[in-house]
């Protein structure tokens, strides 16, 4: 649960959401290449194979700073530093790096 009203109460991040710390940050967007649960940016990738079947693959995201980080509030980000073998990692902003939402496989 994060706070999100003026009136102080704390309500459940939504599924598309992730939260670092419940005691202390916001209910963050869903990382564009990430699998949000309303806790955390889930840790695995299903791909779904020729005959139907899904294959777990898995992912690794860190938390980053908010002062590395691009953004328009203070807050730490999800960042993804591993895709699955066969993948390629594709950051939000090639040129400088500082949109960790944006990354993806």
Do not use: H, M
Request: glycine share 6%; proline share 7%.
């Amino acid at each position: 649960q994060a706070l999100r009203s003026p009136a102080g109460v704390c309500e459940a991040c939504l599924e598309a959401e992730y939260i670092i710390d419940p005691d202390q940050s916001q209910c963050l967007e869903c990382p564009t290449g990430g699998i949000c649960n309303g806790s955390t940016v889930q840790d695995f990738l299903l791909e779904t194979q020729d005959d139907g079947s899904k294959l777990n693959l898995t992912i690794l995201w860190e938390i980053i700073p908010f002062n590395v980080v691009a953004s328009d509030t203070e807050e730490d980000r999800a960042r993804l530093i591993e895709c699955p073998a066969g993948y390629l990692l594709v950051r939000g902003d090639p040129l400088n790096d500082l949109r960790p939402q944006d990354d993806q496989c």
